[in-house]
């Protein structure tokens, strides 16, 4: 089971910019799927990105295609997302899964970090 920690989360103006990474440990970095989730308050946990095991393929949300960016590093066991042009409406605790298929469902990531939260003030 591989364990996953996300960091870069804080507080910005709209308009701005993040980039969250996700280190991986105990497991084979490049044989995972990695996802980008968020959940807002009240709100259910959804899709944001997902990228396939080489990274020259990625799934985007709708509401974030054209201002965030996955992308990974296999020899860093490392996955990123790069978020700009950012709206309040992305507040939200981002979480970073990973999991055995290229999709864009929650139910195909099986492992979970903790979460980093963004917050986008107006």
């Known amino acids: 089971q591989v364990q996953l920690v996300e960091s870069g989360g804080g507080l910005v103006q709209a308009g701005g910019s993040l980039r969250l990474s996700c280190a991986a440990s105990?497991?084979?970095?490049?044989?995972?799927?990695m996802g980008w989730f968020r959940q807002a308050p009240g709100k259910e946990r959804e899709f944001v990105a997902s990228?396939?095991?080489?990274?020259?393929?990625?799934y985007y949300a709708d509401s974030v295609k054209g201002r965030f960016t996955v992308s990974r590093d296999n020899a860093q066991n490392s996955v990123y997302l790069q978020m700009n042009s950012l709206k309040p409406e992305d507040t939200a605790v981002y979480y970073c899964?990973?999991?055995?298929?290229?999709?864009?469902?929650?139910?195909?990531?099986?492992?979970w970090g903790q979460g980093t939260q963004v917050t986008v003030s107006s």
């Open positions: 990228i396939n095991w080489s990274g020259d393929n990625a």
């Open positions: 899964a990973a999991g055995p298929r290229f999709s864009w469902r929650i139910a195909d990531f099986r492992s």
């Open positions: 105990g497991g084979t970095f490049s044989s995972y799927v």
